[in-house]
């Protein structure tokens, strides 16, 4: 369970530092940076643990979203271009944790 858990939170820091490099272009807030790179470290940190009875890409594309919509709520009063990048990269980086996590595991 460990082992998940610490396979779950490296993937989880590289789509953040990913994700936040992209949104850097053109969002330079430092708090909407820090809350896109602690939500995907915590979205990798909970892949492991979710069950659903899909296939992976399904799963990673559903927790992503569903994990992203709380965020986005919270992003739109910040910046609208980011809650667009948002809705684009949330089904991405939600299947490379999901595979990810899903082939090391």
């Given at each position: ?7 779950g ?5 590289i789509?953040a ?89």
């Amino acid at each position: 369970m460990f082992t998940l858990l610490i396979i779950g939170l490296g993937f989880g820091l590289i789509a953040a530092a990913i994700e936040v490099l992209l949104v850097r272009t053109y969002q330079k807030n430092v708090i909407v940076l820090s809350a896109i790179g602690s939500h995907w470290v915590a979205v990798g940190a909970l892949m492991p643990f979710i069950e659903i009875d899909a296939p992976v890409w399904l799963k990673g594309m559903l927790v992503g979203v569903v994990l992203t919509v709380p965020f986005m709520i919270y992003e739109i009063q910040q910046s609208r271009n980011a809650v667009i990048h948002t809705l684009v990269f949330a089904p991405i980086w939600g299947m490379v944790l999901a595979y990810g996590v899903h082939v090391f595991s």
